[in-house]
């Protein structure tokens, strides 16, 4: 039987062409329901305060940072989305005198432009680098934070980002949100044409991406102008750089973070039922973590909000 068509674009792959009854079993979970989907590899965790939240999220910063020397280096991949923890890392830095300098950082992914076919410049008022610059490591002493060359963003030429995950810096863990598409960092579902107009890709293609500029899905489009352009779509590139499933795979851990701000309250329950239940398909990029040995959801429980149909 063939898939349905998205309810979002007929012209890509998207969750609202999944089975409607994984549809509808996420959607009845109740907050504590969430907690039950735990298993070995899957860890499921709530926060009572966005105080709590984002301090846990920053110290996951300090304790990759902790881990690491000069001869065994050790880093953390991170989010644009959620950003509030970011001030809180510097801040517990500088006041424990944390020595971060054999420390590393990769960023997760970057906006493309396609007028210059380069990543857009810091100056860019979307620019993850310069949120990560302006919000943490220009925040931290200089006598205490890792060098220029210990932090990575990815470019559009995409060959220096992806030799730094070799192995020769191990990632303690790669921090994410969820956008609306259900993805981590901009690994977005694919269009639906050429060989994947009657399917998604397989999961084991999918796995295989690596660090790479992708076309945006017009869900994720219009997310970040809702979460970061005050609603101007106009503004916001259709094109970005993305670190893959081929270099998450290299990291020990995988930590989600839903504060309720970018993801809904159905999306929030999507995902962590299919990686639950193992249900793994590539029109719901998240759902791919199902096979990563060891991924944990952090939620705010404020921001669970409810899937109960309420009119406005």
């Known amino acids: 039987m063939p898939r349905a068509l998205s309810k979002i674009s007929p012209d890509w792959w998207d969750y609202t ?14 907050p504590q329901g969430l907690l039950t989907l735990a298993r070995p590899g899957f860890k499921v965790v709530f926060y009572d305060t966005l105080e709590e939240f984002y301090l846990a999220e920053a110290l996951e910063y300090v304790d990759a940072w902790r881990q690491s020397t000069d001869a065994n280096p050790v880093g953390i991949c991170g989010p644009i989305g959620p ?26 992914d970057e906006w493309f432009d396609s007028a210059t076919g380069r990543e857009v410049p810091v100056t860019h008022p979307l620019s993850f680098e310069r949120a990560d610059r302006e919000l943490c490591f220009n925040r931290i002493d200089r006598s205490l934070r890792m060098p220029d060359a210990h932090l990575h963003f990815p470019k559009a030429d995409t060959a220096a980002y992806r030799a730094t995950w070799d192995g020769s810096v191990r990632c303690a863990v790669m921090q994410g949100g969820q956008g609306d598409v259900k993805h981590w960092a901009f690994n977005d579902p694919l269009p639906r044409k050429g060989r994947h107009k009657d399917a998604p890709p397989s999961p084991e293609d999918y796995r295989k991406l690596a660090t790479r500029v992708v076309d945006l899905h017009p869900l994720t489009i219009a997310q970040n102008a809702r979460t970061s352009g005050g609603g101007n779509i106009s503004m916001v590139p259709t094109k970005a750089i993305t670190v893959g499933p081929l270099e998450t795979w290299k990291a020990d851990k995988v930590s989600i973070w839903h504060a309720g701000s970018h993801d809904n309250p159905f999306g929030q329950r999507l995902t962590a039922f299919m990686i639950s239940r193992r249900i793994i398909d590539s029109a719901v990029p998240m759902s791919l ?19 109960a149909i309420e009119m406005h």
Request: charged letters at 20%.
């Open 289 to 307: 973590l199902a096979d990563h040995p060891n991924v944990q959801f952090n939620y705010f429980r404020g921001g669970l909000g409810t899937c």
């Open 17 to 30: 062409t999944l089975d409607p009854h994984i549809l509808r079993d996420a959607a009845t979970l109740k």
């Open 83 to 108: 950003t509030e923890h970011l001030p809180l890392v510097a801040r517990i830095v500088n006041a424990l005198r944390l020595d971060v300098r054999s420390g590393h950082f990769w960023g997760m």
